[in-house]
């Protein structure tokens, strides 16, 4: 399984883009990459999922270079309410099953 | 159409006591998955069922078990707890195998005293 390597915090305004990118050296090629959100005290949110090169979704986008071995979440115009932790997650399905890895996520903490 | 409910919400056992939690997915999800989560280790996966059967499974000891029913209901078992265990236990849910948008629930947050 693909380790991810993310950012352990990050701080940003309201009404700026962030990006946060996401290293995982060891993706393999059936491997997708997963965005999830989470909130205090809550299980995480599903943000975005991509495979190659750029997906966008009505409240981020996910670019993917062609070696496949990091990957970017973009945030535009964040607000407070962002303020969150943001996982980047490897996998694929096997032979048996998926098998989802969480790495330490990054703290996104927004400021007005 | 209802999220994914985890019952009970809150619990507050002792030590070498055991524990079962309980997670209904979304209806028509058939793969169920379940994961710790601390301050100290983050988020955790300890297993995954999918169509009733166990297809994957973290490295946690044998005290930790699961199952799921036909209904794809699933619960967790922990038996002779430990302080170690209190933690946020958290259920996701998805369509299908494989890469896939999960669902999580709002955890179950255990207390072992």
């Known amino acids: 399984l693909a380790k991810t390597t993310q950012p352990i915090s990050m701080d940003s305004y309201e009404g700026q883009e962030v990006n946060i990118t996401c290293s995982h050296n060891?993706?393999?090629?059936?491997?997708?990459i997963t965005w999830y959100q989470q909130f205090p005290s809550q299980g995480p949110r599903f943000i975005i999922q991509?495979?190659?090169t750029k997906v966008t979704n009505e409240v981020a986008s996910l670019f993917i270079p062609a070696d496949r071995k990091s990957s970017t979440l973009s945030l535009p115009r964040v607000s407070l309410s962002d303020t969150a932790v943001y996982y980047c997650l490897v996998g694929a399905s096997n032979t048996g099953g998926f098998k989802t890895i969480f790495g330490a996520g990054t703290r996104l903490f927004v400021k007005a | 159409k209802a999220g994914v409910t985890q019952t009970p919400r809150y619990l507050i056992k002792t030590r070498g006591q055991q524990v079962t939690l309980s997670c209904s997915p979304i209806?028509?999800?058939?793969?169920v998955s379940w994961y710790q989560q601390t301050p100290g280790q983050g988020l955790q996966f300890l297993f995954e069922?999918?169509?009733?059967?166990?297809?994957n499974k973290g490295n946690f000891p044998g005290r930790f078990s699961g199952r799921q029913f036909s209904n794809s209901r699933s619960e967790m078992n922990v038996s002779t707890l430990e302080l170690g265990d209190s933690a946020l236990y958290l259920c996701?849910?998805?369509?299908?195998?494989?890469?896939?948008?999960?669902?999580f629930g709002p955890g179950t947050r255990l207390t072992v005293l």
């Open positions: 060891n993706i393999a090629t059936n491997d997708y």
């Open positions: 069922y999918f169509s009733e059967t166990q297809r």
């Open positions: 996701a849910s998805s369509l299908q195998d494989g890469p896939r948008e999960q669902f």
């Open positions: 991509g495979y190659k």
């Open positions: 209806s028509g999800h058939r793969s």
